[in-house]
């Protein structure tokens, strides 16, 4: 009967260190999967401004993958462009994905960058498995690099403009 006590008791000093450890590590997988996503936008970003290819960033719900695709100038097919790889999201979410404000199908879409004229912004919101642990990735409209961060927070994107009055932080020091 000791015994069983003392297994019982370990068994219960084992969970109470292992739980955090394993939550820890399912936020890290949101993470990196959100870091690969703001790779992936920053090299569309860059290609976008130094090349004239017509590029599209899609979404596929059913494979679980961000891509970025090229035009075939002689067949005029979209292909994932060899590249950049592409983000498998795996166990994470794109709970919202959003072009200049508006938000995108959730399970299937493909946003084309349009030429001479500036793209839109895109954020992408990813969380884990059970809806928590969210990480948001921002492309301002003329950034060359997406920003990355915890949280779902509304902030300037890289190259925009913060209106400090707007935001209810015109007498704060900045």
């Known amino acids: 009967m000791v015994e069983m006590l003392v297994v019982v008791i370990l068994l219960g000093v084992l969970v109470g260190v292992a739980a955090p450890r394993l939550a820890v590590i399912a936020g890290r997988g949101t993470e990196a999967t959100a870091v690969r996503a703001g790779a992936l ?3 569309a970003a860059r ?3 130094l090349t004239s290819q017509r590029l599209a960033v899609e979404f596929d719900a059913a494979r679980g993958t ?6 075939d100038p ?3 097919v979209w292909r994932e462009d060899p590249l950049a790889p592409r983000v498998e999201i ?3 979410t794109l709970r919202e994905a959003t072009a200049d404000g508006v938000t995108l199908d959730g ?3 493909r946003l084309e960058l349009p030429r001479n004229t500036p793209r839109p912004a895109i954020r992408l919101v990813f969380t884990n ?3 928590a642990d969210a990480w948001t990735v921002d492309l301002a409209s003329r950034a ?3 920003t990355v961060r915890a949280g779902t927070a509304v902030g300037a994107g890289e190259g925009e403009s913060v209106d400090l009055d707007e935001v209810a932080r015109g007498e704060q020091p900045w």
């Open 47 to 49: 290609r976008d401004a």
């Open 144 to 146: 060359s690099r997406a």
């Open 90 to 92: 795996g166990g994470a």
């Open 129 to 131: 498995s059970r809806g």
């Open 74 to 76: 002689e067949d005029g």
């Open 107 to 109: 399970t299937n879409w």
């Open 41 to 43: 936008l920053s090299d």
């Open 66 to 71: 961000l891509a970025l695709l090229t035009i």
